[in-house]
Nanobody, 128 residues
């Protein structure tokens, strides 16, 4: 049974930092692309970042570029999202998701509908 568990969310003041972790079980993470998404109150789920199987960040949303950094440690079957200089508009539930990697490469950004497994989400709240 595949399971993704996010941890590390919480409440932080604007300008602060948080680090999210996504622990995977039931699969070998090195066979998967990792995606990070978020859903703010009253809004659609949106893309945050995508990391290829070997740790290369394929893409980062413009709204978080230069502030959020994604990484992964396949030996630990885990991925991470470091969030710096947080803003109130970053308040959302953050999700990690995986999809099996493409043998021909994963250079394009995948839509959320293209991911196979999702974590339960972790709340991040940024106060002004």
């Amino acid at each position: 049974q595949v399971r993704l568990v996010e941890t590390g969310g919480g409440l932080v003041q604007a300008g602060g930092s948080l680090s999210l972790s996504c622990a995977a079980s039931g699969l070998r993470l090195s066979d998967y692309v990792m995606g990070w998404f978020r859903r703010a109150p009253g809004k659609e789920r949106e893309f945050v970042a995508q990391v290829s199987w070997n740790g290369v960040t394929t893409g980062t949303a413009d709204s978080v570029k230069g502030r959020f950094f994604s990484s992964r440690d396949n030996s630990k079957n885990a991925a991470y999202l470091q969030m710096n200089n947080l803003k109130p508009e970053d308040t959302a539930i953050y999700y990690c998701a995986v999809r099996r990697r493409n043998v021909y490469g994963d250079s394009r950004l995948y839509a959320d509908s293209e991911y196979s497994y999702w974590g339960q989400g972790s709340q991040v709240t940024v106060s002004s």
